[in-house]
């Protein structure tokens, strides 16, 4: 598969749309610019790969919206070398994008068929990231603590495992909501009991785990 003028156009002309519907940390621009969004697409959606709507990449999965994806990394509030966990690899686009802002990534996937694929994907484009299988509910605290949480699934609940797992000062971004609709929240961890809920309005995502009760 191939980068093109064409879709590098394409692709400067979705971030101006970003761009417009308020994404203004520049670092997520740019990393969304660079990076070849229909590498991590069916290659029948190539001409669609940079129209700002989700698409399904297999196992009842779907890559996440453009705005969706620039407007959680945007609320994580990404440094150079922070260290991030991803709960819901999926395609790994998200993932490639944390990695192009210059986070260390573990990110965690629950369907074996897209485990394998992006662990493949990813570092053949140079985006090198720790891979795990299994409930993402539980994070990974033998690696933790973390200076960011990004779930990209719906969650029913805030899950106490990850918010313990995240550094004093550190942020989870998290949408929380039943199968047709959830809110995006930022949550921050102000000491080791105080944690900060700030909402950030309406998304649509896939459910995180199908069933899964508090």
């Known amino acids: ?35 070849p969004r229909h590498f991590f697409m069916d290659i029948s959606f190539d001409g669609l790969a940079y ?52 986070a260390i990534v573990y990110t965690i996937e629950r369907q074996k068929e897209l485990f394998i694929k992006t662990q493949s994907v990813l570092p053949e484009m140079g985006y090198e990231a720790q891979f795990f299988y299994g409930d993402g509910y539980k994070g990974k605290p033998t690696y933790g603590p973390f200076d960011k949480i990004i779930v990209t699934a719906g969650a029913p609940y805030i899950p106490e495992e990850l918010k313990s797992q995240l550094k004093i000062g550190g942020i989870m971004v998290i949408p929380i909501g039943d199968n047709n609709e959830q809110k995006m929240f930022s949550i921050v961890r102000i000491s080791e009991t105080e944690f900060k809920e700030t909402e950030f309005g309406n998304f649509l995502f896939v459910p995180m785990l199908k069933g899964k009760q508090k």
Do not use: W
């Open 51 to 102: 129209k700002n709507k989700a698409f399904p990449i297999g196992a009842g999965q779907t890559i996440s919206q453009p705005f969706t994806v620039a407007f959680q990394t945007q609320l994580l509030d990404i440094k150079a070398n922070d260290k991030v966990l991803e709960v819901g690899t999926g395609s790994g686009y998200q993932t490639a994008v944390l990695i192009e802002m210059g």
């Open 1 to 35: 598969m191939q980068d093109t003028y064409k879709h590098k156009g394409q692709r400067k002309k979705l971030i101006e749309e970003l761009s417009k519907q308020g994404i203004e940390n520049k670092d997520v621009l740019n990393a969304m610019l660079k990076i």
